[in-house]
């Protein structure tokens, strides 16, 4: 019986549930709103911020301008003071010898500053300082020597050593109370000296010109701007100022910038742990530089709006999709579930329900569809039971005919079994004389084989002693003449030595020479000497001669050391060659001795070749008989193969015959079964 099975909605696990695919693809467009949400966002943020960088950068711009204008106004409106004639030649000390007009140009000046700094509101006070003559200022103050105290701090050491260029410095100077005012008064000092004297012309720039300029920089929350002149002092908004506890000074990105060819410039920097965007603007003209610091988070404060709004969207969006997948999902699951109960009672066998499904939609073709297919596979049912029936007969006849045919086929086979039996026995003895002859043949061929070659060897050995008798006569006649030469050689050597004994006698003469030649020497030595001053020439000569001798002496004594030389190395020769003589003699008898052998072996070969010549024979005759032989046992064995061939044949074929109709028989048998198992099934089917 087959099991009826039961899937229920709890056996689909979640992922693989309509409801959660239906969300999950309504999920995909919100993803993709959401995309679009932080695109957009990251649009807007980068346009606010790039707008922001620009307006800031800007804002510096013009604001490091407007410093630059009022710094260059101040510098234009009074460097008419430095070609002034009557200046320079009071400043010089022209005036000295008269002092009423000194002191009247002093005073004439100073009224003049002070209606300057009254009516000028970029500037607070003037000075005009100098050791020589009186310093003309407009804050009246009574100190002398202003140009050395002046020049002695760290920003009045590079004015005065430079006559030829201005100089920007910060309100940090330790000359203020010297010159009668404080920090307070100024925010800027300008300072450019005097080029015909060591005079330097001091201008402060007001501290609110400065303040109004930088206040116009508004940032933003956290912001950092400042004003940074030559000698490292930093100018805030709010007055102050400072060259020891710096916010710009000390730091990589400012130090980068100053060392800059650019003028301007911006970047984000890391300072204190927060990301910043750095900006600058630099008076390369006074070497001081605007700068600034804003946090990037009051930059993108701006897109933070934008930011919550995309996140509301995509959490409702969210929401929505989530709502319309699961409402969906249940329409969906309801029609499928009651769709797939009605299916298993067909399943089961039960072909009288009909679907029923309130839905208006293609669910409703859906139900139709499978209500035409059950009244369908209702009438299919009840064909193939009549069919059913019909084939269970049919199979029963034909398994009884097949057992008759079996029977009937296997009296054939055993008949034909018994024939091949005999014909088989009679080939498998044909089939062992054929063996044995075909042994016989190989080993009458491999007789004839070893003879040949042994042959071909003698024929081979008898070729190779005649060149070894040959070689040995060759050998024999090589030793004699070795033997003479080597004779001779001991001849020569002989005569060499009785030569190089005589050439040992005339280096004896040489020697005896040389004595008699230093003796003569001496003698004519000794007679120059009592000739005194007209021997003096005879004496040179005579101790020539004896040096002459001396150097024959030491010649004749290496030639004798070399002849004993030879006569020693000649006798070992001597020796040497003796004992090769000899040994070549002995090599003469032994090579006669191999000679000799070499003969007999030939001898021993052409009788060995003989008695080769008659096996061959023998051999040959035995070939022929073999022939005759195996030409019957070939006869023999054809017919009886033939003979088993034709049995195997007719065997395979009953074999073949008997191999079908058992497969026949088991496929009637089969059928049978099949029949009967189609017959059951039916029968679960309620109709």
Known sequence: MRKKTKQSKSNIPVYRQLRFKLIFFFMIPVLCIA??????????????????????????????????????????????????????????????????????????????????????????????????????????????????????????????????????????????EALGTDASKYSLRLVRGFNNSKTLMIIDISRDAVIDALSSFDAGEGSYIAFITSDGTELYPDGTSTNADTIFTGTDFYQNALASEETNG????????????????????????????????????????IKMLTIIIVIIALFIATLLGSLMAAHINTNIYQIFTQLQKVSSGDLTSQLKVKAKDEFKLLAEGVNVMIINMKNLITNVTAASNALTDSADRVSTSAETFVETSRDIQNAISEIESG??????????????????????????????????????????????????????????????????????????????RSIGQIVESINHIAEET???????????????????????????????????????????????????????????????????????????????SFHDMDTQIQSLMTSLGHITQN????????????????????VSAQTAAGSANMLRTVSAQQ?????????????????GELSELLKEFTL
């Open 35 to 176: 995309v679009l949400g932080v695109v957009s966002y990251q649009k807007a943020s980068d346009g606010i911020i790039s707008r922001y960088e620009t307006s800031a950068f800007q804002t510096m711009h013009m604001t490091n301008e407007y410093l630059r204008l009022s710094i260059d106004t101040v510098r234009t409106s009074y460097k008419g003071y430095l070609n002034e004639d009557e200046l320079t030649r009071y400043f010089q000390g022209l005036y000295d010898s008269d002092t009423a007009s000194r002191t009247n140009m002093n005073k004439t000046y100073t009224k003049e500053l002070n209606g300057n700094v009254n009516g000028d509101a970029l500037i607070s006070n003037i000075y005009m300082i100098s050791d020589s003559v009186p310093s003309i200022t407009s804050t009246q103050t009574a100190a002398e020597e202003l140009y050395s105290i002046y020049t002695a701090t760290p920003e009045g050491a590079l004015p005065g050593g430079d006559r030829y260029n201005y100089y920007l410095f910060g309100n940090q100077s330790a000359a203020d």
């Open 266 to 305: 911006m970047e984000y920097v890391s300072w204190q742990g927060e990301t910043y965007l750095f900006l600058y603007s630099s008076l390369p003209s006074h070497n001081a530089m605007l700068c600034s610091l804003i946090p990037k988070a009051t930059i993108i404060s701006q897109a933070s709006d």
């Open 423 to 500: 014909v088989s026995h009679l080939d498998e003895n044909s089939e062992d004389c054929m063996t044995q002859m075909d042994t016989l043949s190989y080993k009458i061929g491999d007789v004839t084989t070893g003879t040949t070659e042994i042959g071909a060897l003698t024929d081979s050995a008898g070729a190779s002693i005649a060149e070894g008798i040959s070689s040995m006569q060759n050998l024999t006649n090589s030793a004699r003449k070795t033997s003479e030469m080597t004779a001779n050689v001991i001849s020569a050597i002989e005569a060499l030595s009785e030569k190089s």
């Open 518 to 596: 230093n003796l003569l020497s001496l003698n004519a030595s000794i007679e120059a000497a009592r000739a005194g001053e007209g021997g003096r020439g005879f004496a040179v000569v005579a101790e020539q001669i004896r040096k002459l001798a001396e150097q024959s002496a030491d010649s004749a004594g290496q030639i004798q050391q070399i002849i004993d030389d030879i006569i020693h190395n000649t006798e070992e020769v001597v020796l040497v060659a003796r004992e090769t003589a000899e040994t070549v003699s002995s090599q003469e008898a032994a090579m006669q001795h191999t000679s000799d």
């Open 619 to 638: 051999v040959e005759n035995m070939e022929e008989a073999k022939n005759t032989t195996l030409h019957a046992v070939e006869s023999i064995s054809s």
């Open 659 to 675: 191999d079908a109709i058992t497969a026949l028989e088991a496929a009637a048998e089969n059928l049978q079964g099949k029949a």
